[in-house]
């Protein structure tokens, strides 16, 4: 979930009831999306939170010069592609997703200069950099707010969503983080309200205005002028709007996906940005989110609509629940996300990012005994499946959620303006407090842990946000040396990945579907097939994968006999948290 609210989880989790009513299975078609090939989809993406990744020169934030310092050991991952969570200049309101000047560089984080330098230092090695696009709103402090405000006669007033206050007050819309939800702002220099869907610092963005939209393209071209691969598209979705702000159905206005996402114009929108950039440099394009359904979905990534390369859609990453989740679910969802793009567009896949607690927390089991196997066994899982895979930083050492007990110690604006809204109305503060401590987003983004130093070797300072304890022990330096670490776990894995295109393209079967403990799953491509099992559970626990497997070759196990599981003619049986990817002779 983006963050542990009630607010925000409506963000994501929307989706997943949609999609399930629309999910209607398409007719069984041979698998196509092999003779499609593309760079975007070979790679793995690594998803760095530069905030939280290394400090070089101490103030407890992380920042450019320390992701160089350390790009040998990201070119060591195996890792293709790395995603940064926006970089540029921002008060921080939400680390960075409030962007004051889109063509410089956040202070906290260094220079342009050092970013530079960081994007050499990447292609030296051959690894691609994606950015972060943040343009459904930008800072209150961007300079074109700052104009749209002072006056409604500004050149810059359309740039944003205003509402003069003779009209009276705009129709309900539902803010995501603002501490009364409420969308509208009421700002006296104008006598009228601005639209924020995130914080009050976040104002929205007019897209339906042309010279906006150019002042994007050319923010889009200096960057990929520059020489940067990629756009991750922040919040898109919501970016086009019905500008009479007609009323919501009353009860439904904080559906969000249903009313906010997807508006008039928006592929247009998409269009006309592939025109003026996509189609000028060889970069790719991610979506934030996939609509309301399939179709949206597909209407957002299939080559021939000319927007943008791949989906990041969330129903799989929004099932994890503090009261638990379903093995059953969980293959559900990702099977007919799966079989809906089998033959045409391109999804990603990803069991964690900065807006999501730690994926072993959530989808595994971190208790010491099981924390180590059920993370390599979730990375099996990202790195074996159908999709361009996401993998957030820290989860190759199964970093584990923080879970603060405090409000104190929270520093993500969504989780402290919704502690205050919980105050303001008499909500139970213990409650939102248990939540957070499952959900929030802050756990996803407690310091890297680089060694057992002070601040896990993240800074010589202060961290900005607390170090989870457990780095003592759990740390890259630690696992660095163990040929048996979730970190080499995960460079075997990519490897696997990078030599066999089978794992990227080769079409998906479920197998033993009703089996509430283990996930199975073939993949087959040009005449060869391999199975995956993975058992999601903290018991023994039997497969029937309806394969003869005694002759099939062990590719990778996390489990370091060498053997794998015990196999019958047709049966596995695997141990706890067992992950084993077989090729069949
Ligand atoms: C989605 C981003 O991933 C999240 O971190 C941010 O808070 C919102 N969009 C607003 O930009």
Redesign the pocket.
């Known amino acids: 979930m983006?963050?542990a609210n009630w607010s925000t989880r409506l963000y994501y989790s929307s989706i997943l009831l949609l999609s399930l009513l629309l999910s209607s299975c398409r007719p069984a078609q041979p698998d196509a999306s092999q003779s499609e090939k593309a760079w975007w989809k070979e790679v793995v993406v690594y998803q760095i939170y530069p905030r939280s990744f290394k400090d070089s020169d101490g103030d407890g934030v992380g920042d450019l010069k320390g992701i160089i310092s350390k790009l040998d050991y990201i070119k060591s991952l195996g890792v293709d592609v790395v995603w940064l969570?926006p970089i540029y200049s921002s008060p921080n309101d939400?680390?960075g997703?409030?962007v004051s000047d889109y063509r410089n560089i956040m202070k906290d984080f260094g220079t342009m200069a050092d970013f530079d330098a960081l994007l050499k230092g990447m292609h030296e090695r051959h690894i691609k950099l994606v950015m972060?696009l943040?343009v459904?709103?930008s800072s209150d402090e961007h300079k074109w707010f700052q104009e749209s405000r002072s006056s409604r006669q500004s050149p810059y007033r359309n740039y944003y969503h205003w509402w003069d206050a003779e009209r009276g007050k705009p129709a309900y819309r539902y803010s995501?983080?603002d501490i009364n939800h409420d969308a509208w702002k009421w700002d006296s220099v104008s006598n009228a309200y601005y639209l924020h869907y995130?914080s009050r610092k976040?104002p929205d963005l007019n897209w339906e205005n042309p010279r906006l939209r150019q002042e994007v393209y050319d923010i889009m071209k200096f960057w990929a002028g520059k020489g940067i691969d990629g756009f991750r598209l922040?919040?898109f979705q919501f970016a086009a709007k019905d500008t009479s702000f007609p009323p919501f159905p009353q009860g439904y206005e904080k559906n969000f996906i249903e009313y906010y996402a997807m508006g008039p114009h928006l592929h247009d929108y998409l269009r006309e940005m592939n025109q003026e950039v996509f189609s000028k440099y060889p970069v790719m394009s991610v979506a934030?989110g996939a609509g309301k359904s399939f179709k949206d979905a597909h209407e957002l990534v299939d080559a021939d609509r000319h927007e943008l390369n791949m989906a990041y859609a969330f129903e799989g990453v929004d099932i994890a629940k503090p009261e638990g989740y379903t093995l059953a679910h969980f293959k559900e969802v990702f099977s007919r996300w799966d079989s809906a793009f089998a033959q045409k567009g391109w999804l990603s896949i990803f069991l964690a990012?900065?807006?999501q607690a730690r994926m072993v927390s959530r989808f595994g089991n971190d208790s010491s005994a099981f924390r180590d196997l059920s993370s390599k066994m979730l990375s099996t899982f990202i790195m074996t499946m159908r999709g361009t895979p996401y993998y957030y930083n820290g989860d190759e050492l199964g970093m584990t959620n923080a879970r603060f007990g405090q409000i104190e110690d929270y520093r993500d604006?969504?989780a402290l303006n919704e502690y205050q809204h919980q105050k303001n109305t008499g909500g139970d503060l213990q409650k939102f407090i248990q939540r957070l401590r499952f959900e929030s987003?802050d756990n996803g983004r407690t310091p890297f842990q680089w060694d057992s130093t002070a601040q896990a070797g993240f800074t010589t300072g202060k961290p900005w946000i607390g170090v989870n304890p457990n780095y003592t022990w759990l740390n890259a330096a630690a696992q660095e040396g163990d040929p048996n670490s979730c970190l080499n776990y995960f460079r075997k894995l990519t490897k696997l990945r990078k030599e066999n295109g089978i794992l990227v393209y080769g079409k998906y079967t479920l197998l033993d579907k009703d089996n509430p403990s283990v996930y199975a799953y073939t993949r087959e491509m040009e005449g060869k097939k391999w199975l995956i099992a993975l058992n999601f559970s903290a018991h023994t626990a039997e497969a029937q994968v309806g394969l003869n497997t005694t002759n099939a070759r062990l590719m990778l196990s996390n489990y370091t006999a060498a053997s794998g599981p015990a196999r019958k003619a047709s049966a596995l049986t695997l141990r706890p948290y067992e992950a084993v990817v077989f090729q069949l002779p």
Do not use: G, I, P, T
Request: glycine share 0%; hydrophobic share 35%.
């Open positions: 983006l963050a969570n939400d680390n997703y409030d972060d943040v459904n709103h995501l983080f995130f976040q922040d919040a934030e990012n900065h807006d604006v969504s987003r």
